[in-house]
């Protein structure tokens, strides 16, 4: 049977839903102790002296260790995004002279267990100078205002700009002209399982081995060798299960580096795990920018040019991919529409916050609500139909490949696809016509309907390249070594369908491993949708040179023509002779050193690829939704939701459904409920659940999901797109289009908490 485009079960699901998977907290070595991390209490200030001598005498502390225990400290490097300039505001991963955010490492305490590290926290004196601190990225860059870094004037970490076309000419040409301010909040991924890690180090070999769930293993092997000063040959990573990424998990943080040394320094094989209250205030944060806009239209709704300016919210430091929102953000703010004339200044900003990185659809999310919103607000203010704005602006299929023109940090052609035919659609699936009766019906009801559009292009499959090695085994089973990593996206289960296509075997037979530097010597780990595009490329890559191999090792052994033979069922047969057979087994065996060199060929099935490309596949699609705004409340219900996305080749669809569902809760959650708020001196107020308010299953509307397949990339082998964002991608447009619409008014910020939507209420009786 083919396995690509079937709805195959997850393989990771045996082992996770009957609890035999292993997590970090299941890891437990011979004489583990535990750490736990001083934290600053400050959200800016100088660190005048730490006094631990008290710690140091509670019973079951192992030790402590501040910036004076680790000599040359480096500070940790970006991984992607580099925006020149950012690599002044890098963070060591121990504060040394100043903290810059409330949860900045100070301190490491190891004991005998967990509960006495902590008490030990406790014990530990810090002496402060207080700082006055940055909270708000537009305040900060003004002259006057604390500097977090000396290198960094006015807290502007980076700046670029985006120019496309002539703006300021086209902007004469236009019947409308407008300018707008919106904003969207902090929030972030919160995975189910915090952050942890277990370090070991054997003095004996000179060996250090990590566990720890980590999305970029080998980019972290790196880095750990680099500031610990360890080759990378005398370090072993290995990643657990994972129980969620989303963009936020598996960068290299400070306690990537701490848990090791302590580990090292201590000679102690060494547990951490952070507690929800430290993954709420350390774990990178995101989303928080600032966007000022002009825009320009002709009176038919045709939008002619577009400038902006966008402030993103940094945090205390730039952390390995701090640069990504900002770039992606001022890359896709055009999304799928034909905006020719563009210019966009992006300022970089430092604050004293937790520091930044991506979340599920970094930058798109922030880019596609300020996008969208002002296509309604051009539609309202021309007296159109939001969609009819869409349909005038939407490129064309047969304007693909369609050149956005030159971004500095961002690949910008995109590939193929049919944007107006997508939210045709996605409009008639979901009753945008009947839909239209009800709203009108409602409008003066204390239960206001209303309807929104998002229209999105997501970007995927970032390269530069992806590894893969595919063996035959002795008992003739495919293992497959891949370079990328699991993060709960189901990507053995994929590359599992993948490589049983290639060599026509059973899916049972293949066997996926991935995670561990000591089997996989090369790798760029799993994010920005690349799993697929890229470890699925080169497991093709790998797998056909396989095929290759056993067909010239039967060709030899049965001394037919490798043409008259084919692959089939997990063997080797000859074509109109199926009795003249080999299955991977024997094939195996005539690999092995002795028979192979017999033969005058390299012993072993064993092929490796690597999958390089410059260019990124685009998938795409639009989020429609209708909801019911209580006017006294300000509650909002979703009466109901469609998520549409072309994904270029489903691999398996059952999958691609669970990405949309989970990234569609996430996006409700970011549009109504989530947001890390600060006090003006940058405490943060939201370090539980209690004040950090998650989507439940309650929360889940009724909702649609429809992957399509029209028009695969021709950037990859598979032609498939990547599926791992889009069903959060427009959330947050389309449901402040909703609100916006239901109201009559213009939602110009996230999240909709029902104070601001009461605000929108009452902007409504206004103008009534």
Known sequence: MAYIGTRVRRKEDLRLLRGIGKYVGDIHRPGMVHAAILRSTHAHARVVKIDASAALKLPGVIGVLTSADMPGLKTIPMRTGVIPGLERSQQTPIATTKVRYVGDPVAVVVAENRYRAEDALELIEVQYEALGAVTDARAGIQPGEPQLHDATPNNVAANFQVNVGDVDAAFRECDLIFEQEFTTQRHSAVPLENRGLVAEWDEGRGMLTMWGPTKMTHTNWRILSELIGL?????????????????????????????????????????????????????????????????GAKKDGTIVAMDAEVLFDMGGYTRTHGGVPAISASAMLRGPFRVKNFRANVFCVLTNKTPVGTYRSPGRYEANFVRERLVDMIAHRLRLDPADVRRKNLIRRDEMPYDLGKHPFHYMVYDTGDFLDQMNRALQKIGYEDWQKKIDASKNSNNAIGAGIGCFVETSGIGPWEYARVEIDNLGKVVLYSGCNSVGQGIGTALSQIVADELQCSIDDVRVVHGDTAKVPYGNGSNASRSTVMAGSAAVGASRKVKDKLLRLASAHLEIDAADLTLRDGRIVAKGAPERALNFVDLYRLALPGPALKAGVVPGISEEDFFATDKRPFPYGVHVCVVEVDKET????????????????????????????????????????????????????????????MPTAMEMPKAQFLSTEEFPSPHNPLGVKGAGEGGITAAGAALANAVSNALGVEATKLPLKPDYVLELVKQSRNRQ
């Open 634 to 693: 300000g509650k909002i219900k979703i009466l109901d939701y469609l998520v549409t996305e072309d994904v270029g080749r489903k691999i398996n669809p059952m999958i691609i459904e669970g990405q949309m569902a989970g990234g569609l809760a996430q996006g409700i959650g970011g549009a109504m409920l989530e947001e890390f708020v600060y006090s003006e001196d940058g405490q943060p107020l939201a370090t539980n659940f209690m004040d950090y308010l």
């Open 231 to 295: 080759p990378q040959s005398c370090i072993h990573f290995i990643e657990p299960e994972v129980g969620g990424g989303f963009g936020a998990r598996g960068e290299f943080y400070p306690e990537d580096f701490l848990i090791p040394f302590a580990a090292r320094h201590f000679r102690r094989p060494i547990c951490w795990i952070e507690d929800r209250s430290e993954n709420l205030k350390a774990m990178n944060q995101s989303r928080q920018q600032r966007h000022k806009i002009k825009i």
